[in-house]
């Protein structure tokens, strides 16, 4: 295995925990009115450097998507992070099975193989995290920032990492 791909498998397996038990992501895209954020739930939460989102063909996102695929994704538990990327719109039926539970079905007011219930396969390009689970990393930067130390961009708590490298 390269380097690169060491330090991309690394990057991925930091952002899979920092998501791990974040079920609500914010999920913005664009329009032609500026950016626009609305709550989803996250899908197949082994991320493997791709999200996944179930939704309708029927809602601006949709829309929005097929305009701009440009996404960003933000996340925020004990730690946040904020990932770009390209969305897609996928309708594989067999996906959708697998996705789907009957949390879809109340709040959807469907079934899974409704013609109007697609993907949105987001490729992810690059996070952005800040760790703040460990109070003294948090701590040691806020008394840098207090006293004019130099930052070195915060490294101990905010990184952003290339995901596809």
Known sequence: MSKDAVINQEAVETVKDIIKDVE???LSTISEGGINSRPMQTQDIEFDGDLWF???KDTSKYKEIMENPN???AYVGK???SIRGTAEIVDDLNRKKELWNKMYEKFLDT???DPNIILIK???ETAE???TGDRMKTVKAFFRKMTGQRQEEDSELNKT???HK
Do not use: G, H, P
Request: proline residues 0%.
């Open 122 to 124: 987001i490729r992810t």
């Open 129 to 131: 995290y800040w760790e």
């Open 161 to 163: 990492v290339d995901l």
């Open 111 to 113: 079934t899974y193989d």
């Open 79 to 81: 730690s946040y992070v």
């Open 71 to 73: 996404v960003n994704v």
């Open 54 to 56: 179930l939704t309708k």
């Open 24 to 26: 609500t992501a914010m």
